[in-house]
């Protein structure tokens, strides 16, 4: 009986505070010196509703932005498949660095690049938004920049063309002379390695065709890279995991109070042979890859290899607001990993509190960001297609080596039986 009371009296609350609410929004339309939309008045009020509660993961997506979030969250969009961010320093519009694959990334934008102007038009002084604006075009028009290198002193004029942009979330090491991404490390071709960038809806299904063929082919082990992987889909996560365990929890997820409200459990069928594995995680390595790493490493099928993971275990639920008003993007759970840790890293969580996926005693490794830079640039150059009868590169034709990845290396190698000595 108490309950039921309580219950009217948080629904009569909720009531009153929305009459309050539109009064508040009716009275500013009306009273107001200058008009105003009440469609303004409406957003502003839900996105100041949504700064109250600080999360940053929770969000409004107004109708004007709404195909351009779901062609970023299908991986699928027309544009030249870059993101361009502000330098808090300078001031000035840079790439944070282009899609693999994408239209600027063929024609040589690279991670870092700043972007001068657009088409002529200079950048200084505009926001993303107005340098977005600039960028995007109608599909096989070409789009102008002028761009300074990382460590270069005169900008390089670049012409690229728009097109269709889909993102292939499951990535080799390096790419044949036709384009085709290479799934095996070139100086160690019995290792193979697979970069998944994201989970979208086609993400297990790449993934599976690409670990059974190299399972046929002869496989000594596996690296699966995880970092700067932002999450995506939570189902896509859940299925990935199943290739790899044939039973028990994957996640949970529960509610505001505590209680589990979905159990996610592997399956037998389709669970791929058990193979030495490694997964590479860093401090941007976020949501669904921290599903798939804690996953694993609780059920002792991975070792997890390299920094602390971001810490974002909550889940968002898209909720389409009557009337095409928008979408509201609201968390209304969170991650839990199969042995019952917290995935999720508050705003007042510790260094020494349990959140994220933390890398496997002996097998943590952070990289400075001089060196994340220098990674980044590196796989950006492994990735563009070979010339026709040229070799893939190696490590040994640059500078730069990356520890990560060596040190996963190191682990499937350890895993090697050693050969047996014939007798004389």
């Not at 009531?15 to 409406?42: A, H, M, Q, T």
């Not at 004029?157 to 044949?176: E, S």
């Not at 999450?231 to 109070?257: H, M, P, W």
Request: net charge negative; aromatic share 8%; with cysteine.
């Amino acid at each position: 009986m108490f309950a039921i009371m309580l219950f009217c009296r948080q629904r009569a609350l909720t009531d009153r505070n929305s009459r309050l609410v539109g009064e508040v929004l009716g009275i500013i339309e009306r009273e107001y010196v200058e008009p105003v939309k009440g469609k303004d008045l409406f957003e502003g009020a839900v996105y100041g509703m949504l700064d109250t509660i600080g999360d940053r993961y929770s969000g409004f997506i107004p109708p004007r932005e709404e195909q351009e979030y779901y062609e970023e969250l299908d991986n699928e969009f027309v544009g030249v498949g870059i993101e361009v961010a502000t330098d808090p320093v300078t001031g000035r519009i840079f790439v944070r660095c282009p899609l693999l694959g994408s239209p600027a990334h063929s024609a040589g934008i690279r991670c870092d690049d700043v972007i001068l102007r657009i088409d002529g038009t200079s950048t200084q002084d505009l926001t993303t938004e107005e340098v977005s604006a600039l960028i995007r075009g109608e599909r096989g028009t070409i789009v102008t920049f002028t761009v300074l290198h990382q460590g270069e002193t005169d900008p390089v004029d670049i012409d690229i063309v728009r097109d269709l942009v889909k993102v292939d979330t499951v990535r080799g090491y390096t790419r044949d002379s036709e384009g085709r991404w290479i799934f095996r490390l070139t100086d160690n071709p019995r290792i193979g390695y697979v970069q998944v960038t994201s989970f979208d809806g086609a993400t297990p299904g790449d993934l599976r065709r690409v670990l059974i063929t190299l399972i046929k082919e002869g496989l000594d082990g596996l690296v699966l890279d995880l970092r700067d992987n932002p999450g995506g889909l939570l189902y896509s996560a859940q299925e990935v995991c199943d290739l790899f365990i044939s039973k028990g929890d994957i996640v949970t997820t529960r509610d505001r109070n505590g209680r589990v409200v979905r159990r996610l459990v592997a399956t037998r069928g389709g669970t791929l042979p058990n193979f030495p594995l490694a997964i590479l995680v860093n401090q941007r390595s976020a949501s669904g890859s921290e599903i798939v790493a804690a996953c694993l490493q609780d059920h002792r099928r991975a070792v997890i290899i390299g920094s602390r993971t971001w810490g974002k275990g909550t889940v968002q639920e898209l909720i389409e607001l009557a009337g095409d008003h928008g979408t509201l993007k609201l968390t209304t759970a969170s991650y839990w990993r199969p042995l019952g840790a917290n995935i999720h890293r508050t705003s007042e969580a510790k260094d020494d509190d349990v959140w994220g996926v933390t890398p496997d005693e002996g097998y943590a490794l952070k990289l400075d960001k001089k060196e994340e830079r220098e990674r980044n640039n590196w796989q950006f150059e492994l990735a563009r297609p070979r010339r026709l009868g040229s070799t893939p590169p190696t490590a040994a034709d640059d500078v730069f080596v990356d520890r990560q990845l060596n040190l996963a290396v190191g682990y499937v190698d350890s895993f090697k039986k050693p050969k047996e000595k014939t007798s004389e």
